[in-house]
């Protein structure tokens, strides 16, 4: 504020270009003379969300875990051509039963590859982790051995699996003789054998081993069904032996 000899000067000036009355003229001085509130200050715009990664076809086979090339010769398609139908008939929306039921009906796959392939997607998509799955984690393993399928099979029921595989108290679920051996171990964790024909003397067995409860179990049992698997062999040998 100036002065009280420098302030009438002011408001006098201010009458004689206006005028106003002194009072009406003090009062516009002092409306100019009030600090004019600060703006506030306009926000930072908040940083974009990182999006994730859309995987290159070149990565399928990687994030599905199952080589694009068998995935082909069982199914007749490509990772990619199966990502594009999925994503066409609107499975990104759809629950891992729907997608596993569709793969099934429209494209008339088994309830094997139905889940794989569904598996494989949602990997692919980035709902699930690397051997992760609707239970938990999961590890597969597969073997083709010198027998026949109905041999094989034969080996997966509960008296002659605890030959090779040992004895443990196990949940046995519905299997089907020279198509599928299913039961459950006492971890909780679930185990499916399917079968499959090779030709003449021989016959693969497709192991999945459900309901991991961490992704560091997947190596350790990867590791357990390799040599599981091993022992199984040397035990259909020895049998194929004693009875010659």
């Known amino acids: 504020m100036p002065k009280n000899k420098d302030w009438k000067r002011l408001v006098r000036a201010r ?3 206006t005028g106003k009355s002194y009072t009406t003229a003090r009062r516009q001085l002092l409306a100019k003379q009030k600090p004019v509130a600060a703006k506030a200050p306009i926000p930072a715009p908040a940083p974009a969300p990182t999006l994730p990664t859309t995987p290159k076809p070149a990565d399928y086979e990687r994030l599905a875990g199952v080589k694009d090339t068998t995935v082909q010769q069982k199914t007749g398609c490509t990772w990619r051509q199966w990502v594009e139908a999925l994503d066409y008939a609107g499975a990104a929306a759809m629950t891992h039963a729907q997608i ?24 692919i998509r980035g709902r699930r982790a690397v051997h992760e799955r609707s239970g938990g984690f999961a590890v597969t393993k597969s073997r083709t051995f010198a027998v026949g399928i109905d041999v094989l099979s034969a080996a997966f029921t509960p008296a002659n699996r605890r030959q090779w595989l040992g004895d443990e108290t196990v949940l046995p679920r519905k299997s089907i003789a020279g198509k ?10 679930a185990v499916e054998v399917h079968f499959v024909a090779k030709g003449a003397g021989k016959a693969s067995a497709a192991l999945q081993h459900d309901g991991l409860a961490a992704k560091v179990d997947v190596e350790r049992w990867r590791t357990f069904w390799t040599e599981r698997f091993a022992e199984l062999a040397a035990w259909l040998t020895r049998s194929d032996a004693d009875h010659d």
Request: without cysteine; positive net charge; aromatic residues 14%.
């Open 100 to 123: 596993a039921r569709l793969v099934a009906t429209k494209w008339e796959q088994s309830a094997w590859w139905s889940q794989t392939i569904t598996v494989g997607y949602e990997r």
């Open 180 to 189: 599928v051996a299913r039961w459950k171990r006492s971890d909780g964790s």
């Open 15 to 17: 009458m004689g270009k």
